[in-house]
């Protein structure tokens, strides 16, 4: 009797130490890189995503510390895009619909046609797109666990990336040049995207003035995975032709 109980507890501890190799295996397979391909490829099947951003710049103009923030939503659904900006207390609605862009000012609208580029690629106006990152990025990169249970992955990225989110903020400047670029995806509870922020600082010229400073943008999604619908804020009648789309 005695041998079949100690054979027993040395198959339950075998069974245990089984379940617990099992437990860790499972653990380690959530790394920073499967975190981002399955945001990627749930963003990409949906075919659309809504996002909240603030764009922060902070920067030293002739001895002078400036600072500006600024609140915007994106949409997308499929081709359809929509971003809306608050300027001074006027909200500024940006929306391509098809090959027309339309912008208003929740009283008066304007609307350009959207010529199609050389190289094929689409005319966009801010976006909160996840960048295509290759796997080996992700190498040695650790999931970092936070207090409220959510997960954060932090990578650099390359200035061309960067300015994919940031270029608007440059716009207009003669040289640029991005240093100390952060990107940082954060994952909630069920290991859903749940907003991306980059950052870094920055040296530029404008009209012979050199610029320095800090930018971010953070992002936060609106019930990640649904795509949301995309109106227009004013009827279609109210918007005069501008043309052809510049920019």
């Keep these: 009797m005695n041998k079949k109980i100690i054979r027993a507890?040395?198959?339950?501890?075998v069974l245990l130490v089984c379940l617990a190799l099992c437990s860790c295996t499972l653990f380690n397979t959530l790394t920073a890189y499967s975190l981002y391909s399955k945001a990627f490829s749930e963003l990409e099947k949906a075919g659309g995503y809504e996002a909240d951003c603030q764009m922060s710049v902070?920067?030293?103009v002739l001895g002078q510390d400036l600072s500006t923030d600024t609140q915007m939503r994106y949409k997308k659904n499929g081709e359809n895009l929509q971003s809306v900006m608050e300027v001074e207390s006027v909200k500024i609605t940006s929306t391509r619909i098809g090959?027309?862009?339309y912008v208003d000012n929740g009283t008066t609208g304007i609307k350009y046609s959207l010529p199609e580029q050389e190289d094929g690629s689409e005319n966009t106006f801010g976006s909160a797109d996840i960048p295509v990152l290759a796997k080996d990025v992700f190498e040695n990169i650790e999931v970092v666990k936070n207090e409220d249970g959510t997960k954060t992955v932090t990578i650099a990225l390359d200035n061309e990336t960067a300015m994919k989110y940031l270029g608007d903020v440059f716009d207009g400047e003669e040289s640029v040049a991005l240093n100390n670029i952060v990107f940082d995806m954060i994952f909630n509870k069920k290991n859903d995207l749940q907003g991306m922020k980059i950052s870094c600082s920055f040296e530029a010229e404008e009209m012979g003035v050199a610029l320095s400073g800090d930018v971010s943008?953070?992002?936060?999604f609106v019930n990640f995975g649904e795509v949301p619908e995309i109106t227009l804020g004013l009827d279609e009648s109210k918007?005069?032709?501008g043309g052809e789309y510049e920019g």
């Design 9 to 13: 507890c040395q198959a339950a501890v």
């Design 58 to 60: 902070k920067l030293e």
């Design 99 to 101: 090959d027309t862009i």
């Design 217 to 220: 943008a953070d992002y936060t």
């Design 239 to 241: 918007y005069k032709d």
